[in-house]
C-alpha cells in the first residue's frame, strides 16, 4: 500500500533566534511554533507525521502533543544533515514509499505545495518547492562588492519530497560536507529533482524578529466566523447513549447510522458551517457503510483539520444538549474534556449546557435527543 510519511526535523537549538527555549518550542500565538507546524501537515495525502526532536527535548516535545497520538519522537544529531539521517534510518525498518522532509521552523506550509509535491514524484525521484530571486544579490568582502546576475537563481524551500528508498540510499552515500538541504544530497547521488512552485508563507523563522512577523501575520490576517449546527437522533432499543464523545448508561440507546451521537453531529456541523464547508452528510454520506457504527470523533476531528488546513483556529464553541433523560449534569465536565481533547483546545474554550423541554414536544416525550451547537472560528481573510 503507498504510504507517505512526514519527517520533521525540529532538533536544533535556535541559536540565531536566541532566548531560553529552542525557536520549535517558543509560542507563536500562544502555541509552540512546532505545533502549528504539525497542523499544516494534517493532509489527506499525509499517512504519518514523525518528529525528530533534540536529546533531552522529550519533555519539550510532549507539551505540543495537545490531544494528538504522535508516535515516539526520534532522536536528530549536531547538524540538521545528522537529524534528517537519523530519521531516515528510524524508518528504513518500515519503509515507506514517500517522504516529505520539512523544517519545523516553517509553520505556514500550505496544502497546495504538498499537492504539487506529491504529484511531482510521480515522473522524479525527488521535487523541492522553489521561489525566484527579486532582490539583488551582491559579493560581500568587507564592503559591498559587485552585484551577482540572478536570472538563473532560485530560493530551494521545504518540504523537500522524495521516493524514500532513493533519499535514504543518497544519505548513506553522501561523502560532502555539511549539507543544508535534501536536494543537495539527492543530486549528487544522481537524482533528478523536480521544481515546483513555492510560497512565500514557508519562509523560515530564524531571527528573533521574524517570530513578531509571524505573530502580526497570524493574528491580523484571522476574522472570526460563527457557524451552527442542529441534530436530532431517535431512541431505540439498548442500553446506553454516546454523546458528547462520552457513553452514559441508559435505558435505551440512539438509533443511527453512526454511534448517533447528536452532540458531536451537532457540533461537527457548526465547525462546516464556519467554513463553508457543507454539511455531515456531505462528508460522510449515511449511503457509505464505512460509516456503519463510526464513532462520531471521527467526524469532529475531520472538521477540526480543514479548519486547520485552511489556516484557521478554533475560538470557541458551545452545545445545547435538549432532552429529558438522560441526566446530563454528571456527564458535562467528561464531555467538555473530550471535545476540548478532540479539537485540540483548553476546555474553557468549550461549553456543555442541557436544558428540558417541560415534557413537551418530542424531546419531552422521550422520543429522541436534540443537540445544538455553535462555534466561532478565526480564519484567514482569504479563506
Ligand atoms: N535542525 C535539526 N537538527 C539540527 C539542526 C537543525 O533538526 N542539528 C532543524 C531545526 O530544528 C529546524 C530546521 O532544522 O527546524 C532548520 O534549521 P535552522 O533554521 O538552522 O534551525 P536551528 O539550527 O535550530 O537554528 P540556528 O541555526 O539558528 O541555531
Ligand atoms: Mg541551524
Not at 64 to 78: F, H, K, M
Not at 96 to 124: N, T, Y
Not at 132 to 151: C, K, S, Y
Request: net charge negative; with cysteine.
Amino acid at each position: 500500500m503507498a504510504r507517505t510519511v512526514a519527517l520533521v526535523v525540529a532538533a536544533g537549538s535556535g541559536s540565531r533566534t536566541g532566548g531560553e527555549t529552542p525557536k520549535q518550542y517558543r509560542k507563536l500565538a500562544g502555541r509552540p511554533l512546532l505545533a502549528h507546524a504539525l497542523d499544516r501537515l494534517d493532509h489527506p495525502r499525509i499517512d504519518e507525521v514523525r518528529v525528530v526532536i533534540g536529546a533531552g527535548q522529550e519533555e519539550a516535545f510532549a507539551t505540543i502533543e495537545e490531544g494528538r497520538t504522535l508516535p515516539s519522537p526520534i532522536i536528530g544529531g549536531v547538524t540538521r544533515q545528522d537529524s534528517v539521517r537519523n530519521g531516515l534510518e528510524a524508518l528504513a525498518g518500515s519503509a515507506p514509499e514517500r517522504i516529505l522532509i520539512h523544517d519545523a521552523a516553517r509553520p505556514f506550509l500550505p496544502a497546495g505545495v504538498i499537492d504539487r509535491l506529491l504529484d511531482a514524484l510521480d515522473d522524479a525521484p525527488g521535487a523541492v518547492p522553489v521561489l525566484p530571486v527579486v532582490d539583488t544579490l551582491a559579493r560581500r568582502n568587507g564592503a559591498l562588492g559587485e552585484a551577482v546576475p540572478r536570472a538563473d537563481l532560485i530560493r530551494v524551500q521545504t518540504p523537500q519530497a522524495f521516493r524514500f528508498d532513493a533519499i535514504l540510499a543518497a544519505h548513506r552515500g553522501w561523502n560532502g560536507g555539511d549539507a543544508t538541504d535534501d536536494a543537495q544530497v539527492a543530486r549528487a547521488a544522481g537524482l533528478n529533482v523536480a521544481m515546483v512552485t513555492g510560497d512565500p508563507a514557508l519562509e523560515k523563522l530564524t531571527y528573533d524578529e521574524d517570530f513578531a512577523r509571524a505573530e502580526a501575520m497570524l493574528t491580523e490576517r484571522l476574522a472570526p466566523r460563527t457557524g451552527l449546527g442542529f441534530d436530532v437522533h431517535a431512541f431505540g432499543p439498548g442500553e446506553s447513549v454516546w454523546l458528547g464523545g462520552v457513553e452514559i448508561a441508559h435505558d435505551r440507546a440512539l438509533i443511527g447510522h453512526s454511534d448517533a451521537d447528536v452532540v458531536l453531529h451537532a457540533l461537527t456541523d457548526a465547525l462546516l458551517g464556519a467554513l463553508g464547508a457543507g454539511d455531515i452528510g456531505d462528508h460522510f454520506p449515511p449511503s457509505d457503510p464505512k460509516w456503519r457504527g463510526a464513532p462520531s470523533a471521527l467526524f469532529l476531528e475531520h472538521a477540526r483539520d480543514l479548519v486547520a488546513r485552511a489556516g484557521g483556529r478554533i475560538a470557541h464553541c458551545d452545545v445545547t444538549i435538549i432532552c429529558e433523560m438522560p441526566r446530563i449534569g454528571p456527564h458535562r465536565d467528561a464531555m467538555r474534556a473530550r471535545i476540548a481533547a478532540l479539537l485540540r483546545l483548553t476546555v474553557s474554550r468549550v461549553s456543555v449546557k442541557a436544558t428540558t423541554t417541560e415534557r413537551l414536544g418530542f424531546t419531552g416525550r422521550g422520543e429522541g435527543i436534540a443537540a445544538q451547537a455553535i462555534a466561532t472560528v478565526l480564519l484567514p481573510e482569504s479563506a
